[in-house]
């Protein structure tokens, strides 16, 4: 666990220089653009800033009201939360001439085709670990992100990502003592690969950053097309 825990921590560097890069060309056009983040996520703002996206905060309350039976899939159904977000901060900030930028995102954690959210207290978290342990199971962030330059001029992306994450075995013992950390309660799947969650994770195929909250190289690769498009 501990030499997981060291890859993650070597990777991690190269992968923020190379984040960023992908928007270094457009850094001066970027400077110059109000960015609106719809999420009070720690971690999405600090994925933001290393990209190179400096933003704003503004997470209007949202009531999740989507059913999941209306959508063909999973990830079509976290793109439809992401955008719910995006719409319900584009209703609240009113005046489209604020920000240039807006972006909002939904993570759910998949385990045999179910969601599994954030756990509803200690038990729960303990359950859900003992769920995950020595098994893979999918992370999918659906990613809204929206681009105005008038009030007749603008444009709607979405996508979304996923990332496989295999869990070691985890023992009774080892998976109460992070739950009592205090660490899980809030996080889909009741673990947090970017602090102590990371020594519960055998492997990941995919962006680690899409299981941290958002996909930092294809959120590059769909904001350098908009930017093109759109601000340059």
């Known amino acids: ?23 270094l060309s457009l850094a001066k056009t970027i400077a110059s653009k109000r960015i609106v983040l719809a999420s009070s996520s720690p971690r999405r703002k600090e994925i933001m800033e290393k990209i190179g996206l400096p933003c704003s905060i503004h997470s209007p309350s949202v009531e999740e009201n989507l059913s999941i039976s209306a959508y063909s899939s999973i990830p079509s159904y976290v793109e439809a939360l992401a955008r719910l977000k995006a719409e319900a901060a584009i209703l609240s900030l009113g005046c489209a001439h604020t920000y240039d930028l807006l972006i909002a995102a939904d993570t759910v954690v998949v385990l045999n085709g179910q969601i599994i959210g954030k756990p509803r207290d200690r038990q729960d978290a303990v359950e859900i670990l003992k769920r995950l342990s020595g098994k893979s199971h999918l992370v999918i ?4 992100i929206y681009c105005c330059t008038s009030e007749r001029d603008s444009e709607m992306d979405i996508f979304h990502e996923v990332t496989t994450v295999k869990m070691g075995e985890m023992d009774t013992a080892v998976i109460e003592a992070y739950v009592d ?14 602090g102590q969650g990371c020594s519960l994770v055998e492997r990941i195929d995919g962006d680690y950053y899409n299981v ?21």
């Open 141 to 144: 962030t659906g990613v809204c």
């Open 212 to 232: 941290v909250g958002l996909p930092a190289h294809k959120m590059c690769v769909h904001i350098r097309s908009l930017c093109e498009k759109m601000l340059v």
């Open 1 to 23: 666990m501990c030499l997981e825990s060291l890859t993650l921590l070597l990777v991690h560097p190269f992968a923020d220089f190379y984040a960023k890069t992908m928007l």
């Open 181 to 194: 950390s205090g660490e899980p309660l809030d996080k889909a799947g009741a673990y947090g690969i970017q």
